[in-house]
């Protein structure tokens, strides 16, 4: 699922507030989660460090999740992480078919 809601530019052209956004490496990328999370319908982050999972959130709903974040969600496979430590992947890019990676959910910026 991409959460990034397109709309038709002056010229025709289908865009998003993040279509320029870009990441150097994940660092970057978590730093940018950091300050961005409520758009991933986080009320609170309780743990964000380099440790797999990266975030520990707490959703609007108040269920508590493990998410790993990656730049791109196959990374997920490519880190050999334990799908079963591991409720959400939350990536910058995800194949366009793709909504899970080793049976965990993800949530992508793009497509």
């Known amino acids: 699922m991409s ?4 709309r038709k530019s002056k010229e ?20 940018w989660f950091e300050e961005n999370y409520t758009l ?12 797999f999972p990266d975030v520990v959130a707490e959703l609007f709903n108040r269920k508590i999740v493990r998410i790993e974040l990656e ?3 196959n990374n997920f496979i490519n880190h050999n992480h334990d799908p079963e430590q591991c409720d959400l992947v939350i990536c910058f890019l995800s194949n366009t078919k793709q909504t ?4 965990v959910p993800i949530i992508s910026m793009f497509q």
């Open 3 to 6: 959460i990034m809601r397109r």
């Open 71 to 73: 730049l791109i969600a």
């Open 12 to 31: 025709g052209k289908y865009v998003t507030k993040y279509a320029n956004l870009r990441f150097a490496s994940e660092q970057e990328f978590e730093h």
């Open 100 to 103: 899970k990676v080793m049976g």
């Open 40 to 51: 991933f319908g986080i009320r609170k982050l309780l743990k964000i460090d380099k440790y």
